[in-house]
C-alpha cells in the first residue's frame, strides 16, 4: 500500500510549524525535514534554520510501506548523511509513522525520535 504523503502545501505548512521557540532557555529550536534530497550542501531549508536558529535538529521521517525494493539504497544514504551531519557536529533523527503525525509529535515535544546509526 502506498503511503499517504502531504502536499506540497501541507508540507511547507509543516515546515514552518517545525520552527519552535523554547522561551525557558532562550533558544529557538527549528526542525528540518528531509524527504528527497538526503545532502547537505545545497540544503536550501538546513541553510535558512542554520541561519535563524539556536539548535537545528535533522529529521528523517520512515512511513509504513517506505523504501520497498530500494531500502538498502535508502539505508545507506541515510547513513552517509548522518554521518556529514555528525562531522559537522549535528545528527540525524529517524522516525518511524505517518509525516503529519510525526510531526506534530516533534513539534509538541520540542526533540525528535530515534537517532540514525
Not at 556529514?84 to 510531526?103: C, D, I, K, P, Q
Request: charged share 20%; hydrophobic share 50%.
Amino acid at each position: 500500500a502506498a503511503s499517504r504523503l502531504p502536499s506540497e502545501a501541507a508540507t511547507a505548512w509543516l515546515c514552518r510549524l517545525a520552527i519552535v521557540a523554547e522561551v525557558s532557555v532562550g533558544m529557538s529550536t527549528s526542525v528540518v525535514w528531509f524527504r528527497k534530497a538526503l545532502r547537505v550542501h545545497d540544503n536550501a531549508a538546513l541553510c535558512e534554520a542554520c541561519g535563524a536558529s539556536s539548535r537545528v535538529v535533522p529529521l528523517f521521517i520512515l512511513e509504513p510501506g517506505a523504501g520497498g525494493a530500494r531500502r538498502q539504497f535508502l539505508y545507506e544514504s541515510l547513513r552517509d548523511l548522518d554521518a556529514t551531519l555528525r562531522r559537522r557536529g549535528s545528527r540525524l533523527f529517524v522516525a518511524r509513522g505517518e509525516a503529519v503525525s510525526v510531526m506534530e509529535a516533534v513539534v509538541a515535544g520540542g526533540g525528535a525520535g530515534r537517532g540514525a546509526g
